[in-house]
């Protein structure tokens, strides 16, 4: 499972404006040819889980980077979980493999932006009252 992590910081404590925005979401994609939904609306604590995923033959190896990260991702999981926390960040996890092909380009994009303007339903567990 290869994981994308997008995540722009913010003076949160401070009076000088901001230069970055919070992004909208944080995309984990999976290539997964079983039984993974296209799309799943993840918690925070179930978007660091897959985020340590990335972590693969005692290495750990981020989307945008070949090689081993010289952070521990435990560490990076944790700070995650924190801002997914701390804000309104929606964590998604998108399975680009669709049966023989995959999701690419414009279509990925469409997902994503149909999951954002909750054009889309998500599966909810139901709750016991």
């Not at 949160?12 to 296209?38: E, F, G």
């Amino acid at each position: 499972m290869q994981v994308l992590f997008l995540l722009r910081r913010c003076c949160k404590h401070s009076n000088t404006p901001s230069l970055y925005k919070l992004p909208a979401a944080v995309i984990l994609a999976c290539s997964d040819s079983s039984v993974v939904l296209v799309i799943s609306k993840l918690s925070p604590e179930q978007a660091a889980y897959h985020f340590l995923a990335g972590y693969q033959n005692g290495k750990f190896i981020l989307a945008f980077n070949s090689g081993p990260s010289c952070f521990n991702p435990l560490e990076l999981s944790k700070a995650l979980l924190a801002k997914l926390k701390d804000t309104s960040i929606t964590p998604l996890l998108i399975n680009i493999n669709d049966g023989d092909k995959h999701i690419t380009g414009k279509d990925l994009v469409e997902v994503v932006e149909s999951a954002l303007s909750k054009n889309i339903s998500f599966f909810q567990v139901p709750t016991k009252r």
